[in-house]
Protein backbone atom coordinates (compact mmCIF):
# COMPACT_ATOMS: atom_id res chain seq x y z
CA UNK A 1 0.00 0.00 0.00
CA UNK A 2 2.87 2.47 -0.49
CA UNK A 3 2.18 5.56 -1.67
CA UNK A 4 -1.76 5.45 -0.04
CA UNK A 5 -2.80 8.23 2.74
CA UNK A 6 -2.43 7.56 6.17
CA UNK A 7 -5.93 8.48 6.49
CA UNK A 8 -7.37 5.52 4.48
CA UNK A 9 -4.35 2.88 6.04
CA UNK A 10 -5.42 -0.16 7.87
CA UNK A 11 -2.77 -2.24 9.49
CA UNK A 12 -2.91 -5.74 10.91
CA UNK A 13 -0.67 -7.57 12.94
CA UNK A 14 -0.39 -11.22 13.15
CA UNK A 15 2.45 -13.68 13.73
CA UNK A 16 2.07 -17.39 13.91
CA UNK A 17 4.80 -17.97 16.53
CA UNK A 18 2.08 -17.23 18.71
CA UNK A 19 0.37 -21.17 17.73
CA UNK A 20 3.53 -22.26 19.85
CA UNK A 21 0.97 -21.83 23.00
CA UNK A 22 -0.88 -24.80 22.83
CA UNK A 23 -2.56 -27.90 25.58
CA UNK A 24 0.12 -30.46 25.91
CA UNK A 25 -3.00 -33.45 25.75
CA UNK A 26 -5.88 -32.26 24.06
CA UNK A 27 -7.48 -29.70 21.48
CA UNK A 28 -8.55 -27.06 23.78
CA UNK A 29 -11.05 -24.27 22.45
CA UNK A 30 -8.83 -21.32 23.00
CA UNK A 31 -6.31 -23.25 20.17
CA UNK A 32 -3.89 -22.34 17.20
CA UNK A 33 -6.42 -23.03 14.77
CA UNK A 34 -8.13 -19.90 16.01
CA UNK A 35 -5.81 -17.32 14.76
CA UNK A 36 -4.50 -19.40 11.58
CA UNK A 37 -7.94 -20.19 10.09
CA UNK A 38 -8.89 -16.15 10.61
CA UNK A 39 -5.95 -14.92 9.09
CA UNK A 40 -6.43 -17.65 6.01
CA UNK A 41 -9.64 -16.32 5.93
CA UNK A 42 -8.49 -12.47 5.51
CA UNK A 43 -5.81 -13.55 3.03
CA UNK A 44 -8.00 -15.53 0.80
CA UNK A 45 -10.59 -12.74 0.63
CA UNK A 46 -7.79 -10.42 -0.11
CA UNK A 47 -8.09 -8.45 2.72
CA UNK A 48 -4.58 -8.55 3.74
CA UNK A 49 -2.94 -8.00 0.35
CA UNK A 50 -4.96 -3.96 1.00
CA UNK A 51 -3.41 -3.63 4.45
CA UNK A 52 0.09 -2.92 5.98
CA UNK A 53 1.52 -5.28 7.75
CA UNK A 54 2.45 -3.83 11.35
CA UNK A 55 5.47 -6.45 12.64
CA UNK A 56 4.66 -8.24 15.99
CA UNK A 57 7.01 -7.73 18.81
CA UNK A 58 7.47 -9.34 22.55
CA UNK A 59 5.99 -6.91 25.18
CA UNK A 60 8.47 -6.09 27.74
CA UNK A 61 8.12 -5.89 31.29
CA UNK A 62 7.64 -2.48 31.98
CA UNK A 63 5.13 -2.21 29.80
CA UNK A 64 3.45 -5.03 31.56
CA UNK A 65 3.90 -3.26 34.78
CA UNK A 66 1.63 -0.29 33.74
CA UNK A 67 -1.12 -2.98 34.24
CA UNK A 68 -0.15 -6.06 36.56
CA UNK A 69 2.01 -6.55 39.31
CA UNK A 70 5.51 -8.17 39.40
CA UNK A 71 4.13 -11.37 40.29
CA UNK A 72 1.95 -12.07 37.27
CA UNK A 73 5.21 -11.30 34.95
CA UNK A 74 7.61 -13.77 36.95
CA UNK A 75 4.95 -16.55 36.56
CA UNK A 76 4.69 -16.32 33.17
CA UNK A 77 8.67 -16.02 32.48
CA UNK A 78 9.07 -19.40 35.11
CA UNK A 79 7.50 -21.83 32.79
CA UNK A 80 10.20 -21.42 30.00
CA UNK A 81 12.54 -23.11 32.76
CA UNK A 82 9.88 -25.97 33.41
CA UNK A 83 10.17 -29.31 32.39
CA UNK A 84 7.07 -31.43 31.04
CA UNK A 85 7.26 -33.15 33.83
CA UNK A 86 6.82 -29.91 35.52
CA UNK A 87 4.09 -28.65 34.05
CA UNK A 88 2.13 -31.46 34.08
CA UNK A 89 2.63 -31.73 37.76
CA UNK A 90 1.06 -28.04 38.15
CA UNK A 91 -1.85 -28.78 35.76
CA UNK A 92 -4.02 -28.45 38.22
CA UNK A 93 -2.96 -25.51 39.46
CA UNK A 94 -3.46 -23.48 36.11
CA UNK A 95 -6.83 -25.66 35.40
CA UNK A 96 -8.13 -23.92 38.16
CA UNK A 97 -7.50 -20.89 36.90
CA UNK A 98 -8.92 -21.95 33.40
CA UNK A 99 -5.17 -21.76 31.92
CA UNK A 100 -3.11 -24.17 30.14
CA UNK A 101 0.96 -23.92 29.67
CA UNK A 102 3.46 -25.19 27.88
CA UNK A 103 7.33 -24.03 27.15
CA UNK A 104 6.03 -22.22 24.87
CA UNK A 105 3.95 -20.12 26.35
CA UNK A 106 5.60 -17.34 27.61
CA UNK A 107 6.94 -16.71 24.31
CA UNK A 108 3.50 -16.34 22.36
CA UNK A 109 2.19 -14.72 25.55
CA UNK A 110 4.52 -11.65 25.20
CA UNK A 111 4.17 -11.56 21.14
CA UNK A 112 0.33 -11.39 21.52
CA UNK A 113 0.43 -8.58 23.99
CA UNK A 114 3.42 -6.91 22.01
CA UNK A 115 1.19 -6.77 18.81
CA UNK A 116 -1.30 -5.63 20.41
CA UNK A 117 0.61 -2.32 21.43
CA UNK A 118 1.83 -2.10 18.20
CA UNK A 119 -1.48 -2.68 16.32
CA UNK A 120 -3.08 0.15 18.40
CA UNK A 121 0.39 2.33 18.71
CA UNK A 122 0.06 2.39 14.71
CA UNK A 123 -3.59 4.01 15.25
CA UNK A 124 -2.58 6.20 18.16
CA UNK A 125 0.53 7.93 16.43
CA UNK A 126 -0.92 8.64 12.93
CA UNK A 127 0.46 5.51 11.11
CA UNK A 128 -2.38 4.13 10.08
CA UNK A 129 -6.51 4.42 10.30
CA UNK A 130 -7.39 1.32 12.14
CA UNK A 131 -5.83 -2.12 12.68
CA UNK A 132 -6.67 -5.71 13.71
CA UNK A 133 -4.51 -7.36 15.56
CA UNK A 134 -4.95 -11.00 15.35
CA UNK A 135 -3.61 -12.24 18.37
CA UNK A 136 -4.09 -15.15 20.92
CA UNK A 137 -3.86 -15.78 24.05
CA UNK A 138 -6.28 -13.43 24.30
CA UNK A 139 -6.06 -11.27 27.40
CA UNK A 140 -9.00 -9.23 28.87
CA UNK A 141 -10.10 -11.50 31.93
CA UNK A 142 -6.20 -11.12 33.09
CA UNK A 143 -6.44 -9.12 36.38
CA UNK A 144 -3.45 -6.73 37.78
CA UNK A 145 -2.94 -9.62 40.14
CA UNK A 146 -3.22 -12.46 38.38
CA UNK A 147 -3.82 -14.36 35.08
CA UNK A 148 -6.91 -16.55 34.30
CA UNK A 149 -9.95 -17.39 31.83
CA UNK A 150 -7.40 -18.67 29.04
CA UNK A 151 -5.38 -15.05 29.38
CA UNK A 152 -1.88 -14.12 30.86
CA UNK A 153 -1.52 -10.34 30.49
CA UNK A 154 -4.19 -8.22 29.62
CA UNK A 155 -3.70 -7.05 26.00
CA UNK A 156 -5.55 -4.25 25.37
CA UNK A 157 -5.23 -2.59 29.09
CA UNK A 158 -1.49 -2.73 28.37
CA UNK A 159 -2.36 -0.96 25.18
CA UNK A 160 -4.39 1.56 26.73
CA UNK A 161 -1.64 2.60 29.23
CA UNK A 162 1.21 2.90 26.66
CA UNK A 163 -1.26 5.33 24.37
CA UNK A 164 -2.06 7.38 27.84
CA UNK A 165 1.68 7.46 28.75
CA UNK A 166 3.53 7.56 25.00
CA UNK A 167 0.64 10.03 23.16
CA UNK A 168 -1.08 13.03 23.85
CA UNK A 169 -4.31 11.09 23.50
CA UNK A 170 -6.16 11.39 26.51
CA UNK A 171 -9.58 9.73 26.30
CA UNK A 172 -9.80 6.13 25.49
CA UNK A 173 -13.15 3.82 24.58
CA UNK A 174 -12.74 0.04 25.22
CA UNK A 175 -15.77 -1.64 23.71
CA UNK A 176 -15.86 -4.98 24.92
CA UNK A 177 -18.13 -7.31 23.37
CA UNK A 178 -16.87 -10.65 24.27
CA UNK A 179 -19.56 -12.92 25.64
CA UNK A 180 -17.60 -12.96 29.12
CA UNK A 181 -17.42 -9.77 30.94
CA UNK A 182 -13.60 -8.41 30.96
CA UNK A 183 -13.32 -8.35 34.57
CA UNK A 184 -9.59 -7.52 33.82
CA UNK A 185 -9.75 -4.69 32.11
CA UNK A 186 -12.74 -3.07 34.36
CA UNK A 187 -9.82 -3.89 37.32
CA UNK A 188 -7.62 -1.88 35.41
CA UNK A 189 -8.55 1.23 35.04
CA UNK A 190 -11.84 1.45 37.49
CA UNK A 191 -10.53 4.94 38.85
CA UNK A 192 -9.74 6.14 35.71
CA UNK A 193 -11.78 8.89 33.88
CA UNK A 194 -8.99 8.58 30.97
CA UNK A 195 -10.74 5.27 29.56
CA UNK A 196 -14.51 4.39 29.49
CA UNK A 197 -15.20 0.68 29.21
CA UNK A 198 -18.15 -1.18 27.96
CA UNK A 199 -18.42 -4.96 27.69
CA UNK A 200 -21.87 -6.49 26.17
CA UNK A 201 -21.39 -10.06 27.94
CA UNK A 202 -23.85 -12.49 29.79
CA UNK A 203 -23.88 -12.28 33.69
CA UNK A 204 -27.09 -14.22 34.93
CA UNK A 205 -26.31 -13.18 38.44
CA UNK A 206 -23.03 -13.69 38.07
CA UNK A 207 -23.47 -17.69 37.21
CA UNK A 208 -21.55 -17.38 33.68
CA UNK A 209 -17.71 -16.66 33.77
CA UNK A 210 -15.77 -15.47 35.47
CA UNK A 211 -18.53 -15.52 37.86
CA UNK A 212 -18.42 -12.16 39.67
CA UNK A 213 -20.49 -9.37 40.52
CA UNK A 214 -17.73 -6.91 38.97
CA UNK A 215 -20.42 -7.58 35.82
CA UNK A 216 -23.10 -6.13 37.11
CA UNK A 217 -24.76 -2.61 35.70
CA UNK A 218 -24.23 -1.27 39.41
CA UNK A 219 -20.86 -2.20 39.20
CA UNK A 220 -19.94 1.15 37.32
CA UNK A 221 -16.02 2.66 38.75
CA UNK A 222 -14.59 4.00 42.17
CA UNK A 223 -13.47 7.28 43.24
CA UNK A 224 -13.06 9.69 40.10
CA UNK A 225 -13.48 6.59 37.55
CA UNK A 226 -17.16 6.54 39.02
CA UNK A 227 -19.56 6.05 35.79
CA UNK A 228 -16.56 4.57 33.28
CA UNK A 229 -16.86 1.29 33.70
CA UNK A 230 -20.67 0.68 31.83
CA UNK A 231 -22.02 -3.03 32.14
CA UNK A 232 -24.49 -4.61 29.91
CA UNK A 233 -25.13 -8.06 31.89
CA UNK A 234 -27.68 -10.17 29.97
CA UNK A 235 -29.43 -12.68 32.66
CA UNK A 236 -29.81 -15.19 30.12
CA UNK A 237 -27.94 -16.76 26.71
CA UNK A 238 -29.43 -17.12 23.39
CA UNK A 239 -29.01 -13.20 23.04
CA UNK A 240 -28.88 -12.21 19.13
CA UNK A 241 -28.72 -9.30 16.30
CA UNK A 242 -31.93 -7.63 17.92
CA UNK A 243 -30.34 -7.65 21.51
CA UNK A 244 -26.73 -6.29 20.49
CA UNK A 245 -27.63 -3.61 18.01
CA UNK A 246 -30.58 -2.82 20.58
CA UNK A 247 -27.37 -2.15 23.28
CA UNK A 248 -26.01 -0.63 20.83
CA UNK A 249 -28.52 2.01 20.27
CA UNK A 250 -29.69 2.88 23.89
CA UNK A 251 -26.49 2.57 25.77
CA UNK A 252 -23.09 1.99 23.88
CA UNK A 253 -23.45 5.22 21.51
CA UNK A 254 -25.31 7.90 23.35
CA UNK A 255 -22.39 7.48 26.24
CA UNK A 256 -19.60 6.95 23.45
CA UNK A 257 -20.84 9.97 21.75
CA UNK A 258 -20.52 11.51 24.82
CA UNK A 259 -17.69 10.75 25.91
CA UNK A 260 -15.81 11.61 22.76
CA UNK A 261 -13.26 9.55 22.51
CA UNK A 262 -9.93 9.82 20.54
CA UNK A 263 -9.50 5.92 20.10
CA UNK A 264 -11.62 3.34 20.14
CA UNK A 265 -10.23 -0.17 21.27
CA UNK A 266 -12.32 -3.21 20.62
CA UNK A 267 -11.99 -6.02 22.64
CA UNK A 268 -13.34 -8.51 19.82
CA UNK A 269 -14.27 -11.60 21.32
CA UNK A 270 -16.32 -13.69 18.84
CA UNK A 271 -17.73 -16.25 21.22
CA UNK A 272 -21.19 -14.57 21.13
CA UNK A 273 -21.79 -15.55 17.44
CA UNK A 274 -23.76 -17.73 16.13
CA UNK A 275 -22.68 -21.49 16.31
CA UNK A 276 -19.95 -20.91 18.94
CA UNK A 277 -21.23 -23.54 21.99
CA UNK A 278 -19.26 -21.84 24.70
CA UNK A 279 -21.01 -18.81 24.20
CA UNK A 280 -24.27 -19.68 23.28
CA UNK A 281 -25.95 -16.90 21.63
CA UNK A 282 -26.57 -16.02 17.66
CA UNK A 283 -24.84 -12.79 16.81
CA UNK A 284 -24.23 -13.12 12.89
CA UNK A 285 -20.92 -11.73 10.95
CA UNK A 286 -23.38 -8.93 9.58
CA UNK A 287 -24.50 -7.34 13.03
CA UNK A 288 -20.37 -6.98 13.81
CA UNK A 289 -20.08 -5.43 10.56
CA UNK A 290 -22.71 -2.92 11.74
CA UNK A 291 -21.48 -2.67 15.26
CA UNK A 292 -17.78 -1.26 14.16
CA UNK A 293 -19.39 0.60 11.25
CA UNK A 294 -21.02 2.90 14.25
CA UNK A 295 -17.97 2.71 16.65
CA UNK A 296 -15.84 4.12 13.07
CA UNK A 297 -18.39 7.14 13.44
CA UNK A 298 -16.17 7.76 16.94
CA UNK A 299 -12.75 9.40 17.51
CA UNK A 300 -12.39 10.23 14.08
CA UNK A 301 -12.39 6.77 12.66
CA UNK A 302 -9.51 5.61 14.41
CA UNK A 303 -10.03 1.92 15.48
CA UNK A 304 -8.32 -0.93 16.80
CA UNK A 305 -9.72 -4.56 16.76
CA UNK A 306 -8.09 -7.16 19.18
CA UNK A 307 -8.83 -10.71 19.10
CA UNK A 308 -10.25 -12.28 22.73
CA UNK A 309 -12.46 -14.74 22.24
CA UNK A 310 -14.38 -16.88 20.01
CA UNK A 311 -14.00 -21.26 19.57
CA UNK A 312 -15.54 -21.81 16.52
CA UNK A 313 -13.17 -21.86 14.02
CA UNK A 314 -16.26 -21.00 11.05
CA UNK A 315 -17.93 -18.19 12.87
CA UNK A 316 -14.99 -16.43 14.50
CA UNK A 317 -13.41 -16.33 11.12
CA UNK A 318 -15.99 -14.95 8.95
CA UNK A 319 -17.00 -12.43 11.65
CA UNK A 320 -13.78 -11.28 11.45
CA UNK A 321 -13.67 -10.90 8.07
CA UNK A 322 -17.05 -9.04 8.01
CA UNK A 323 -15.46 -6.29 10.64
CA UNK A 324 -12.16 -5.89 8.59
CA UNK A 325 -14.13 -5.32 5.84
CA UNK A 326 -15.50 -2.47 7.02
CA UNK A 327 -12.29 -0.91 8.58
CA UNK A 328 -11.44 -0.90 4.86
CA UNK A 329 -14.00 0.66 3.88
CA UNK A 330 -16.24 -2.22 1.98
CA UNK A 331 -20.09 -1.77 1.93
CA UNK A 332 -21.84 -2.88 4.83
CA UNK A 333 -23.30 -6.69 4.20
CA UNK A 334 -26.72 -6.80 3.75
CA UNK A 335 -28.28 -7.65 7.30
CA UNK A 336 -30.64 -11.04 7.65
CA UNK A 337 -33.73 -10.94 9.32
CA UNK A 338 -33.79 -9.08 13.12
CA UNK A 339 -36.37 -10.62 15.16
CA UNK A 340 -35.50 -8.18 17.99
CA UNK A 341 -34.43 -7.86 21.45
CA UNK A 342 -36.74 -10.19 24.49
CA UNK A 343 -38.14 -8.43 26.91
CA UNK A 344 -34.74 -9.72 29.49
CA UNK A 345 -33.06 -7.27 27.02
CA UNK A 346 -35.58 -4.38 27.65
CA UNK A 347 -35.06 -5.10 31.27
CA UNK A 348 -31.92 -4.98 30.95
CA UNK A 349 -31.02 -1.93 29.21
CA UNK A 350 -33.66 -0.13 31.50
CA UNK A 351 -31.20 -1.15 34.36
CA UNK A 352 -28.48 -0.08 32.94
CA UNK A 353 -29.18 3.73 31.87
CA UNK A 354 -31.16 3.97 35.16
CA UNK A 355 -27.83 3.33 36.93
CA UNK A 356 -26.04 5.53 34.72
CA UNK A 357 -28.34 8.58 34.65
CA UNK A 358 -26.42 10.36 37.12
CA UNK A 359 -23.43 10.24 35.36
CA UNK A 360 -24.66 10.54 32.01
CA UNK A 361 -26.60 13.36 30.51
CA UNK A 362 -27.84 11.45 27.41
CA UNK A 363 -29.45 8.83 30.07
CA UNK A 364 -31.52 11.81 31.89
CA UNK A 365 -34.38 12.39 29.39
CA UNK A 366 -35.88 9.29 29.16
CA UNK A 367 -39.26 8.86 28.65
CA UNK A 368 -41.82 6.45 27.57
CA UNK A 369 -45.40 6.93 26.31
CA UNK A 370 -47.95 4.22 27.03
CA UNK A 371 -51.24 4.29 24.95
CA UNK A 372 -54.03 3.20 23.58
CA UNK A 373 -55.70 3.57 20.60
CA UNK A 374 -58.97 2.64 21.08
CA UNK A 375 -61.37 5.17 21.95
CA UNK A 376 -63.78 3.03 23.66
CA UNK A 377 -61.11 2.06 25.81
CA UNK A 378 -60.32 5.93 27.02
CA UNK A 379 -63.48 6.81 27.61
CA UNK A 380 -64.58 3.27 29.74
CA UNK A 381 -61.47 4.40 31.74
CA UNK A 382 -62.61 8.04 32.21
CA UNK A 383 -66.65 6.54 32.89
CA UNK A 384 -64.66 4.16 35.83
CA UNK A 385 -62.88 7.28 37.07
CA UNK A 386 -65.95 9.63 37.16
CA UNK A 387 -67.92 6.61 38.84
CA UNK A 388 -64.97 6.36 41.17
CA UNK A 389 -65.27 10.02 42.75
CA UNK A 390 -68.16 9.11 43.99
CA UNK A 391 -69.00 7.91 47.15
CA UNK A 392 -70.88 4.12 47.16
CA UNK A 393 -74.22 3.42 48.30
CA UNK A 394 -73.44 3.69 52.13
CA UNK A 395 -71.48 6.89 51.68
CA UNK A 396 -68.08 5.45 51.79
CA UNK A 397 -65.37 6.00 49.42
CA UNK A 398 -64.67 3.66 46.83
CA UNK A 399 -60.85 2.01 46.99
CA UNK A 400 -59.65 4.69 44.65
CA UNK A 401 -60.37 7.30 46.36
CA UNK A 402 -59.48 5.66 49.46
CA UNK A 403 -55.98 5.07 48.21
CA UNK A 404 -55.53 8.92 47.55
CA UNK A 405 -56.15 9.43 50.76
CA UNK A 406 -54.01 7.29 52.65
CA UNK A 407 -50.74 8.31 52.46
CA UNK A 408 -49.12 4.64 52.56
CA UNK A 409 -50.48 3.96 48.67
CA UNK A 410 -50.52 7.51 47.80
CA UNK A 411 -47.56 6.63 45.45
CA UNK A 412 -50.08 4.13 43.83
CA UNK A 413 -52.44 6.39 43.10
CA UNK A 414 -50.28 8.48 41.19
CA UNK A 415 -48.65 6.20 39.14
CA UNK A 416 -52.51 4.78 38.22
CA UNK A 417 -52.87 8.84 37.74
CA UNK A 418 -49.92 8.95 35.47
CA UNK A 419 -50.73 5.63 33.06
CA UNK A 420 -54.36 6.96 32.87
CA UNK A 421 -52.43 11.09 31.79
CA UNK A 422 -50.11 8.85 29.30
CA UNK A 423 -52.69 7.10 28.03
CA UNK A 424 -54.37 9.93 26.64
CA UNK A 425 -51.50 11.68 25.09
CA UNK A 426 -51.19 9.46 21.90
CA UNK A 427 -48.94 11.53 19.03
CA UNK A 428 -50.26 11.21 15.89
CA UNK A 429 -47.60 11.39 13.76
CA UNK A 430 -43.55 11.29 14.19
CA UNK A 431 -40.86 11.87 11.91
CA UNK A 432 -38.09 9.84 11.92
CA UNK A 433 -35.02 11.19 10.67
CA UNK A 434 -32.94 9.13 7.90
CA UNK A 435 -29.64 10.29 9.11
CA UNK A 436 -30.21 7.94 12.24
CA UNK A 437 -30.75 4.95 10.14
CA UNK A 438 -28.79 3.11 7.80
CA UNK A 439 -31.68 0.95 6.52
CA UNK A 440 -35.06 0.59 6.41
CA UNK A 441 -36.74 -2.94 5.04
CA UNK A 442 -38.94 -5.90 6.19
CA UNK A 443 -38.36 -6.73 9.77
CA UNK A 444 -39.69 -10.77 9.60
CA UNK A 445 -40.81 -13.46 7.27
CA UNK A 446 -44.66 -12.13 8.71
CA UNK A 447 -44.63 -9.16 6.59
CA UNK A 448 -45.86 -7.97 4.18
CA UNK A 449 -43.31 -8.55 0.76
CA UNK A 450 -45.28 -5.77 -1.04
CA UNK A 451 -43.74 -2.65 0.40
CA UNK A 452 -43.96 1.44 -0.72
CA UNK A 453 -40.84 3.30 -1.09
CA UNK A 454 -41.17 6.70 -0.13
CA UNK A 455 -39.21 9.15 -2.34
CA UNK A 456 -37.85 11.72 0.89
CA UNK A 457 -34.06 10.64 1.13
CA UNK A 458 -34.10 13.32 4.12
CA UNK A 459 -37.01 12.27 6.62
CA UNK A 460 -40.27 9.84 6.39
CA UNK A 461 -43.18 10.59 8.03
CA UNK A 462 -45.79 8.24 9.60
CA UNK A 463 -48.62 8.21 11.01
CA UNK A 464 -49.55 6.40 13.71
CA UNK A 465 -51.27 2.84 13.30
CA UNK A 466 -55.14 2.79 13.71
CA UNK A 467 -56.57 0.04 15.85
CA UNK A 468 -58.72 -2.57 13.61
CA UNK A 469 -60.97 -4.79 15.24
CA UNK A 470 -59.94 -7.52 13.27
CA UNK A 471 -55.99 -7.87 12.42
CA UNK A 472 -55.50 -6.87 8.64
CA UNK A 473 -52.31 -6.38 6.70
CA UNK A 474 -53.21 -3.05 4.72
CA UNK A 475 -51.44 -0.82 6.29
CA UNK A 476 -48.61 -2.63 6.54
CA UNK A 477 -46.96 -0.82 3.32
CA UNK A 478 -46.55 1.96 5.58
CA UNK A 479 -44.11 0.42 8.12
CA UNK A 480 -42.20 -1.89 5.81
CA UNK A 481 -41.21 0.83 2.92
CA UNK A 482 -37.57 1.28 3.30
CA UNK A 483 -36.27 4.92 2.30
CA UNK A 484 -33.88 5.39 -0.03
CA UNK A 485 -30.69 6.34 2.25
CA UNK A 486 -28.64 9.72 0.96
CA UNK A 487 -24.97 8.89 0.63
CA UNK A 488 -25.97 4.78 1.04
CA UNK A 489 -23.83 2.77 -1.02
CA UNK A 490 -25.16 -0.75 -0.66
CA UNK A 491 -28.51 -2.05 0.16
CA UNK A 492 -29.79 -4.02 3.81
CA UNK A 493 -32.41 -5.11 6.30
CA UNK A 494 -32.91 -3.07 8.96
CA UNK A 495 -30.10 -1.38 11.19
CA UNK A 496 -32.83 0.68 12.39
CA UNK A 497 -33.42 2.31 15.82
CA UNK A 498 -35.64 0.73 18.41
CA UNK A 499 -35.91 -2.72 18.01
CA UNK A 500 -37.99 -5.88 18.73
CA UNK A 501 -39.91 -7.01 21.94
CA UNK A 502 -41.05 -10.16 22.44
CA UNK A 503 -43.06 -12.41 24.38
CA UNK A 504 -44.53 -9.62 26.84
CA UNK A 505 -46.36 -11.44 30.22
CA UNK A 506 -49.34 -9.57 31.38
CA UNK A 507 -47.69 -8.27 34.63
CA UNK A 508 -44.47 -6.90 32.51
CA UNK A 509 -45.66 -3.32 31.69
CA UNK A 510 -47.15 -2.84 34.95
CA UNK A 511 -44.55 -4.19 37.20
CA UNK A 512 -41.20 -1.99 36.06
CA UNK A 513 -41.04 -0.87 32.45
CA UNK A 514 -43.69 1.86 32.39
CA UNK A 515 -42.84 5.29 32.86
CA UNK A 516 -39.24 4.38 33.65
CA UNK A 517 -38.05 2.37 30.37
CA UNK A 518 -37.86 1.88 26.79
CA UNK A 519 -40.82 -0.20 25.94
CA UNK A 520 -39.65 -1.63 22.46
CA UNK A 521 -42.27 -3.51 20.67
CA UNK A 522 -43.11 -5.88 17.13
CA UNK A 523 -42.53 -3.89 14.10
CA UNK A 524 -45.10 -3.86 11.03
CA UNK A 525 -47.22 -5.91 12.59
CA UNK A 526 -51.58 -5.55 12.87
CA UNK A 527 -52.14 -4.73 15.79
CA UNK A 528 -54.14 -6.45 18.66
CA UNK A 529 -55.34 -5.19 22.28
CA UNK A 530 -53.70 -7.10 24.84
CA UNK A 531 -55.18 -7.12 28.59
CA UNK A 532 -52.19 -5.51 30.20
CA UNK A 533 -53.18 -6.15 33.89
CA UNK A 534 -56.22 -7.29 36.62
CA UNK A 535 -57.56 -4.14 37.33
CA UNK A 536 -61.04 -3.11 36.24
CA UNK A 537 -59.05 0.60 35.23
CA UNK A 538 -56.91 -1.33 32.86
CA UNK A 539 -58.82 -4.24 30.97
CA UNK A 540 -57.12 -3.92 26.98
CA UNK A 541 -54.21 -1.10 25.32
CA UNK A 542 -52.07 -1.51 22.55
CA UNK A 543 -48.54 -0.56 24.11
CA UNK A 544 -46.51 2.02 22.05
CA UNK A 545 -42.75 3.41 23.13
CA UNK A 546 -40.89 6.23 22.10
CA UNK A 547 -37.01 7.43 23.19
CA UNK A 548 -36.39 10.72 23.97
CA UNK A 549 -37.16 14.14 22.06
CA UNK A 550 -35.25 14.19 19.02
CA UNK A 551 -35.06 10.38 18.47
CA UNK A 552 -38.60 9.48 18.37
CA UNK A 553 -39.31 6.39 16.56
CA UNK A 554 -42.49 5.00 15.80
CA UNK A 555 -43.27 1.83 17.21
CA UNK A 556 -46.54 -0.49 15.54
CA UNK A 557 -48.39 -1.96 18.57
CA UNK A 558 -48.01 -5.64 20.20
CA UNK A 559 -48.89 -8.49 18.58
Same mark, same amino acid.
Given at each position: ?16 R ?6 L ?6 Q ?6 ? +? ?9 ? #?M?? &?????V???E ?21 T?I ?6 Y???S &?FI?? *?????VR???G ?5 A????D ?7 A??R??GH ?5 ? /???F???N ?16 ? @???L ?6 G ?5 A ?6 ? %? ?5 R??N?S?Y?N ?6 SS????R??G???NI??S???K ?5 L =?????V??? @? ?5 P ?7 ? +????E?D?L ?6 P??F ?14 V ?7 Y ?10 A?TKVL ?7 LGEIF???? $????T???V? #?AHA !? ?9 I ?6 ? /???T?N????R?? *?R ?5 ? =?T ?7 NP??AS?A #? #?????L?AST ?5 I?? /???? &?????T???RL?? /?? $???TS???TS ?5 T??? !?D?SH??? +????P? %? ?6 QSP???S???E??S????L ?6 A????K??F?? *? ?9 Y?T??L???T ?6 ? &????L
Open positions: MAGVASSTRVGYCYDPMNEHKHSYDHPEPARITSI +FETLENSGCTS #RIV &LPARESEDVALVHSRNVWERVIEIESMTTQRSKSRFTAK &LNS *KTPSSLSCATIEAMAVAGRCKRSVVVPPHAEPNE /SMGCFFNVAIAAKNILQKTVIRK @ILIDWDVHHNGIQAFEEDPNV %LYISIHYEAFPDTSGSYKGKGGLFSVPWKGGGDGDY =YAFEKVMP @IAKEFAEIVLVSAG +FDAAGLGECNVTPVAQMTSELCSLAGGRVIVLEGGNLASTSDSMLVLGDPLPPGADR $STAKISDR #R !PHWKCFQSDELVASTST /SHRSTATQKR *KKNSDGE =YPHQKAENSTT #R #RTSKRAQLEQSTI /STST &LSSWSVTKSS /ST $SAPTSSFDCLPPKD !PTLST +FTSKE %LEGSSHDAMRYLLDWDDDLSGFELEFAPVIGPP *KEKKIANDNNSSTYSLKVGDRIP &LAPY
